[in-house]
Structures are given as structure tokens and as C-alpha cells.
């Protein structure tokens, strides 16, 4: 590159001297133009910087944009779990208050159904008690009827202890005696 150097020395020297070239007015080159080549290349960097950090930036917004729609989601989340709550204690209370409202009725049912159970097993006792006389007393008439002897109480002799008749065996009926057979086989069919 001298001899190209050399060269345009020699030319510009030539042009100098010919005045084709003003001499004052040519000068070295100014500074304005590095500057400005200089200060292009910072802009196109910056540039470049700008766009990078932009699409950063894009990235941060869709990240902060998708965390805050989980936390209001979360939010709405809490706030119907805790009402969920809330609801579910006043349903618990309301409860606890109906099953102790229940429970004086229960009392008065379970009293009832004993009362109502006493009342049964003393009407069945009633029953029993009525059925013994009236097999006792029908059995005197069947004998009195037929010509057999009286049937026999047994007693116990205790106090208290109700006394139940007990009847001799009998033969079978006999030809003889026919209202006997009857109240025997209808003794039979009423039988469980």
C-alpha cells in the first residue's frame, strides 16, 4: 500500500501545484465523520440490545400475566373453600342443635314403647290367665255333662303365686258323650 500511497502523494502534489485543488480549503479529514461511523456502530448495537431486551421484557410480561391469573385463581379457590367451610360448620351446627332436639323426643318414644310393651305382656298375661279358667271351667262342665269326676287344682301353697288348674287325664270320648267330641276336635283345630 505505500507504492498506492507514493502514488496519490505524487497526484495530489501535481493537482496542488496545477491549482486545480484549493489547498486552504482541503484539510485534514474532521473528526465529525469518525464520530458519526463511531456513533453509527453504538446505534446499531443499541439497537440490537433494544430488541433483546424487549423480547425479555415480552417473556417477563407473559410469565407475570400467567402467574397472576394462578394467583387469582388461586384466590377464588380459597375464597369458595372457605365459604364451603363456613357452610359446612352452620350445616354442623344446625345439626348438632336438631339431634339434640331429638333426643328429649327419644326419651318420651323409648318410655312410651315401654309402657306400650308392659301393657302387651300384661294383656297377654290377662289372655292366659282368662284362657286357664275358661279351660278349667269348661272341663268342670264337660265332666259334669259326661259323668267323670271333677278335675283337681293343684296349689302351691306360696303366697302370692297364682294357682292354675291342672286336670286329670281323661279317657278318650266315648260314644256316649258327644258334646265332647266336639269341644276336642275344636280344641284341636283352634290349636297353633
Known amino acids: 500500500m505505500t507504492e498506492t500511497l507514493n502514488c496519490f502523494q505524487t ?3 501535481e493537482m496542488v501545484q496545477k491549482g486545480l485543488v484549493d489547498a486552504d480549503r482541503v484539510d485534514v479529514v474532521p473528526d465529525v465523520y469518525t464520530e458519526n461511523q463511531r456513533l453509527e456502530r453504538e446505534l446499531k448495537h443499541a439497537r440490537r440490545e433494544r430488541e ?3 423480547q425479555a421484557v ?3 410480561a407473559e410469565t407475570l400475566v400467567r402467574a397472576q391469573k394462578a394467583r387469582d385463581l388461586q384466590r377464588l379457590h380459597h375464597q369458595r373453600v372457605i365459604q364451603e367451610k363456613n357452610r359446612l360448620i352452620e350445616e354442623m351446627r344446625k345439626v348438632k342443635v336438631q339431634c339434640d332436639s331429638y333426643e328429649p323426643a327419644l326419651k318420651r318414644m323409648s318410655e312410651k314403647y315401654q309402657a306400650v310393651s308392659r301393657q302387651v305382656l300384661l ?3 290377662e289372655k292366659d290367665k282368662a284362657l286357664g279358667q275358661e279351660s278349667r271351667q269348661s272341663s268342670e262342665q264337660e265332666s259334669l255333662i259326661c259323668g267323670d269326676e271333677e278335675g283337681t287344682m293343684k296349689t302351691t ?3 302370692g303365686v297364682r294357682e292354675r288348674p ?3 287325664p281323661r279317657p278318650p270320648a266315648s260314644p256316649r258323650c258327644p258334646r265332647r267330641q266336639n269341644r276336642v276336635q275344636s280344641m284341636k283345630a283352634n290349636a297353633p
Open 123 to 125: 294383656g297377654a298375661l
Open 166 to 168: 291342672v286336670t286329670q
Open 58 to 60: 415480552s417473556v417477563a
Open 11 to 13: 497526484e495530489w502534489t
Open 157 to 159: 301353697g306360696k303366697p
Open 52 to 54: 433483546e431486551y424487549r
